[in-house]
C-alpha cells in the first residue's frame, strides 16, 4: 500500500517560494557573473608600430637610446607602460633595436661608449654592441624590437600582452 505524502499548505507555498527565488536568482545573476568577468576572458594582445622619429637622428654606430610610453585598457583597468630601447645605426642604414631591459631580472642596461657594451648595474651583466651576452648571469641577449624605415622614419613594432 503506497502511502501518499500530506503536503501542508505551508510547506507548498515555502516550496513554491524557494523555488521561484531560485529562478530568479539564476536570471539576474548569470548576467551579472558575465558581465563581471568578461573583461578578464577577453584579454588580448596589442601591437602596434611606434614611429621613433627621422632616421638621420640617429648617429652611426653609437646606440641611442629612445623612450616611448603605451596605454593599455583591460576590462577596467588603465596601465600605462614606458618602454626604452637602444636604436643602433650602421652605414648602410640597416637598424637594430634593443630592449634597454636585462634578460637575467629585467634590469635596465644603459650603454658606456668607452667598453663599447651595455651593463647591467644589478649583477654586472655585459652585453656587446649588437646585444650579445658578454659576461655575467644573463641566460640570452638582449631582446630585439621588428624595426622599418617609412619615408625616411623609424618605426619600431611593439607587441604587449
Known amino acids: 500500500m503506497a502511502r501518499s505524502a500530506n503536503v501542508t ?6 516550496s513554491v517560494m524557494a523555488f521561484a527565488g531560485s529562478v ?14 568578461s573583461p578578464a576572458l577577453n584579454a588580448k ?7 621613433a ?4 637622428t640617429y ?10 610610453t603605451r596605454t593599455q585598457v583591460n576590462g577596467w583597468e588603465k596601465t600605462v607602460n614606458s618602454f626604452s630601447v637602444y636604436v643602433l645605426r650602421d652605414a648602410s642604414n640597416q637598424v637594430k633595436v634593443f630592449s634597454s631591459i636585462c634578460t637575467h631580472l629585467g634590469c635596465r642596461v644603459s650603454f658606456h661608449k668607452s667598453s663599447e657594451e651595455y651593463i647591467c648595474p644589478c649583477h654586472d651583466a655585459h652585453f656587446n654592441i649588437n646585444g ?10 638582449l631582446n630585439q624590437y621588428e624595426s622599418k624605415v617609412d619615408n625616411g622614419n623609424l618605426m619600431i613594432h611593439v607587441i604587449e600582452a
Not at 499548505?9 to 515555502?14: E, H, K, L, P, V
Not at 530568479?24 to 568577468?37: D, H, K, N
Not at 650579445?132 to 641577449?141: A, N, Y
Open 53 to 56: 622619429g627621422k632616421l638621420d
Open 24 to 37: 530568479m536568482g539564476v536570471v539576474v545573476g548569470l548576467p551579472v557573473i558575465g558581465y563581471l568577468i
Open 59 to 68: 648617429p652611426l654606430g653609437v646606440p641611442t637610446s629612445f623612450s616611448f
Open 45 to 51: 594582445k596589442s601591437d602596434a608600430w611606434i614611429p
Open 132 to 141: 650579445g651576452v658578454v659576461s655575467g648571469p644573463p641566460p640570452r641577449p
Open 9 to 14: 499548505r505551508r510547506g507548498f507555498i515555502t
